[in-house]
């Protein structure tokens, strides 16, 4: 697979028949910190300006959605964030001028069943469609279907299992669940011309994906899908063109603004610069696609596109790590030295937690007992985990840290200096 390193194209074949649509997919996106502020002031256009001609160009656009809509108070209980932006932000989606939001994440239920009902209808009264949550499990499964220039679509959005899952009686985000997941996937194609399948998991600022994530998305492929889309790490991860279906196994951020320590970062940090990537498809599926790498300001005044050097720069580097894809030893690799950097042992052999804690509901102990519960529940924490497990049975937690250099060198957007 070749990028492009001044347009940014990958051609995947020729196109075929007199249909075509440009399907815009763009990563996570979070309106938060001095994001929500600016919102809230009125600077929607103006934070979105410099990405309106890539907007405007493509018959379909989606993007990653992952907070809700809510001012209510009431944060569920789990490891990590809680994230909610004010509903009046929705202002930031019309300024974007989109078509669709996946809201299949670790967020979506991040303050309950009701404010994520709450956004659902909201986003949908604004004329916005969803897909990858729902009142229960078996609405939130449901592929979302579209019709574009003549070609069908089917799209479906499934996220790993870290908080706000749907269930059967309660609100909350589509499960990934490969095995009927790909069941979807032929049906979908039954129904559609095109499939497109949106993931989020994988393990967070890893630039490389992990062997199960690679192994999913190529079964998904396998399955009918013509295009699988990852998204969670908050870092860009590679590209490969399996069997003539693109697989992007991250986008990273689009725009979510900084937190904390977060908003002294050095420009290089991969949290604000990532891509979209535009589906050029046909009624077969895809046909090429385009990268578009994009940043954003820390201080969340801007979302634009990268250019000149800096664009090359992330072409370049896109290739790099997308290249690494056609090894698999270098895949087991990467996965085997992050899990044995992890700090997953100081987890799961906190002298804190006894036997009687598990039987204690208050609200203090359940949040300690929260991150033992995701790293067994979440397939991305529990690969890492049995990774880590492994390695030491074997007496090769050192040995598989020696494959760091190869990684490190990849976890900074020096093109961006």
């Known amino acids: 697979m070749k990028i492009n390193t001044k347009t940014g194209s990958i051609t995947v074949r020729p196109h075929k028949g007199k249909s075509r649509a440009r399907i815009l997919i763009s990563g996570d996106c979070c309106l938060r910190g001095t994001g929500e502020e600016r919102v809230l002031d009125g600077e929607s256009y103006d934070i979105l300006e410099p990405m309106f001609n890539i907007f405007q160009a493509a018959d379909v656009s989606m993007i990653q959605f992952e907070t809700v809509l809510t001012e209510d108070d009431t944060p569920i209980i789990k490891s990590g964030p809680n994230l909610k932006s004010h509903p009046e932000t929705i202002e930031f989606f ?3 001028g989109g078509d669709i939001a996946f809201l299949a994440n670790n967020h979506t239920g991040d303050f309950g069943p009701e404010p994520l009902m709450q956004t659902m209808e909201m ?98 492929a396998d399955a009918g899908a013509d295009a699988v889309i990852n998204i969670h790490t908050h870092c860009p991860q590679g590209i490969e063109i399996w069997k003539q279906t693109p697989i992007v196994y991250s986008l990273g951020n689009f725009f979510f603004p900084a937190s904390g320590l977060m908003k002294h970062c050095e420009p290089d940090n991969f949290w604000f610069t990532g891509y979209s990537v535009a589906l050029n498809i046909d009624s077969k599926g895809c046909a090429s696609l385009d990268i578009i790498p ?118 900074k957007a020096k093109f961006m200096l």
Not at 313 to 335: M, N, P, R
Request: net charge negative; glycine share 4%; proline share 5%.
């Open 94 to 96: 019309h300024a974007w």
């Open 123 to 220: 986003l949908n009264a604004e004329g916005f469609k969803t897909v990858g949550a729902g009142a229960n499990l078996e609405d939130a499964c449901q592929p979302l279907y579209i019709e574009t220039n003549d070609i069908s679509i089917g799209i479906l959005n499934v996220a790993e299992h870290e908080f706000g899952t749907a269930t059967f009686d309660k609100a909350g985000s589509a499960p990934l669940v490969p095995m009927y997941n790909i069941t979807q996937i032929a049906e979908i194609k039954r129904k559609a011309n095109v499939c497109i399948v949106v993931v989020h998991g994988g393990n967070e600022y890893n630039p490389i994906p992990s062997p199960r994530v690679v192994l999913m998305s190529r079964a998904f």
């Open 294 to 411: 994009t940043t954003f300001a820390v201080d969340s005044s801007y979302v634009k596109p990268l250019e000149g050097k800096q664009k090359t720069g992330f072409l370049a580097y896109l290739q790099e790590i997308s290249d690494l894809l056609s090894d698999w030893k270098t895949i087991v690799k990467a996965h085997e030295c992050w899990a044995a950097r992890s700090s997953y042992p100081n987890i799961i052999t906190n002298p804190s937690w006894k036997k009687e804690d598990f039987k204690d509901r208050r609200p203090e102990n359940l949040k300690k007992l929260m991150p033992l519960r995701n790293i067994f529940t979440c397939e991305a924490h529990n690969e890492l985990l049995t990774t880590y497990l492994r390695l030491f049975e074997e007496n090769r937690l050192e040995e598989a840290q020696e494959f760091w250099p190869v990684i490190e060198k990849y976890t």
